[in-house]
């Protein structure tokens, strides 16, 4: 029988790789997602230790958004895998534990892109707390509402509201940035992709249908960005 080869080699079951192509593409999915949503947490915390009055949070938060920002995210990815897991086994030593620990490589992944995430969206997040004019939050409380109140109903949505173009643009730079897991040996789509063209030896084959996986995913991404923004501003556009 003869080997597959062209369009072939993407097809499903013994004979094609498209079975792995699609199940890296969804651990791509998944690590893009669940970076996502720490990535947003961290991205508050910061955004609102840099606006607190109390100087140290405001400088601890400038020094990690610099650093982050200073350094590759390739080797911020490193320093998360290898790093924690030197941290943790010393910990253990501390207490007189020898027990092995061996970082898993989804969750490391995923936190080394949330960590790059937050670093830029907290600037998203400070920017839009800044875009709120301050008068609607005077008009509430002359209203009676209470600062919590005003907080979550008139400055919150708002902030949501000028933040989603910026944080859709994160978000589609970390869905590519998912990519750098492939050097942790997490067999996200990248990775697949390369092991099936070491195995076939059909580089261009392999590379151009992970280019198209991303390019869908990448593109019903910015149609979810667009429908949300548009929510977003309902009421606005006479404006």
Do not use: H
């Not at 508050?44 to 990690?64: C, D, I, N, V």
């Not at 936190?111 to 907290?122: D, E, K, N, P, V």
């Not at 800044?130 to 009676?144: D, F, I, K, R, W």
């Not at 990248?190 to 580089?203: V, Y």
């Amino acid at each position: 029988m003869e080997d597959p080869s062209g369009l072939a080699l993407l097809g499903f079951g013994p004979e094609g790789w498209g079975d792995e192509l699609l199940r890296g593409a969804w651990v791509t999915l998944q690590l893009a997602l669940c970076a996502l949503g720490v990535g947003l947490a961290l991205g508050l915390l910061l955004a609102g230790a840099k606006l607190q009055r109390f100087p140290p949070l405001a400088w601890l938060a400038e020094g990690y958004t610099g650093f982050i920002r200073g350094t590759p995210e390739f080797l911020v990815l490193l320093l998360v895998y290898f790093g924690s897991e030197a941290a943790l086994q010393s910990g253990f030593a501390m207490f007189g534990l020898a027990a092995p620990f061996e970082m898993p490589k989804f969750l490391a992944a995923v936190l080394g892109l949330a960590l790059i995430f937050a670093a830029y969206a907290c600037e998203v997040f400070r920017g839009a707390y800044l875009a709120v004019p301050s008068g609607q939050m005077e008009a509430a409380t002359a209203c009676g509402m209470s600062g919590r109140q005003a907080f979550s109903r008139i400055r919150m949505p708002q902030i949501w509201r000028f933040a989603i173009p910026g944080l859709g643009n994160l978000w589609m730079v970390m869905l590519k940035d998912t990519s750098l897991a492939a050097v942790i040996a997490l067999d996200e789509l990248l990775r697949m992709a390369k092991i099936g063209s070491e195995t076939t030896r059909e580089p261009l084959v392999f590379f151009l249908a992970a280019g198209a996986l991303y390019l869908m995913m990448t593109a019903i991404s910015d149609i979810a960005r667009d429908r949300l923004e548009r929510r977003a501003r309902r009421g606005m556009e006479s404006a």
